[in-house]
């Protein structure tokens, strides 16, 4: 599987992103996907998941609330919306994906994006 992410950029805080990994390969919908975030100086820290259907979805607790995680298996896609975004929410944004698991935590992943940079301003 190869995953391409795309959506990030520039916004203010209180402003709105919408991140999206598209997915090769014709067995996307054996796959959880999930998003993580890295910041400089940071580790890369998990934001959140979906499983294979879409009929599971979890978040940390930084962005549950304000960040939704959908998936649409017949356009190999996944999407990351973020809303009422905040400074500390930049960081390069990855997405990934697990063959036949939702894992929390990111050494678990199978396949990794090559990142999307966003960046909210205050």
């Known amino acids: 599987v190869q995953l391409q992410a795309s959506g990030g950029g520039l916004v203010q805080a209180g402003g709105s992103l919408r991140l999206s990994c598209a997915a090769s390969g014709r067995t996307f919908n054996r796959y959880g996907m999930g998003w993580f975030r890295q910041a400089p100086g940071k580790e890369r820290e998990f934001v959140a998941n979906?499983?294979?259907?879409?009929?599971?979805?979890y978040y940390a607790d930084s962005v549950k609330g304000r960040f939704t995680i959908s998936r649409d298996n017949a356009k190999n896609t996944v999407l990351l919306q973020m809303n009422s975004l905040k400074p500390e929410d930049t960081a390069l944004y990855y997405c990934?994906?697990?063959?036949?698991?939702?894992?929390?935590?990111?050494?678990?992943?199978?396949?990794w994006g090559q990142g999307t940079d966003v960046t909210v301003s205050s």
């Open positions: 990934a994906a697990a063959y036949t698991r939702t894992p929390l935590h990111w050494r678990e992943y199978d396949y």
């Open positions: 979906i499983n294979w259907s879409g009929g599971a979805t």
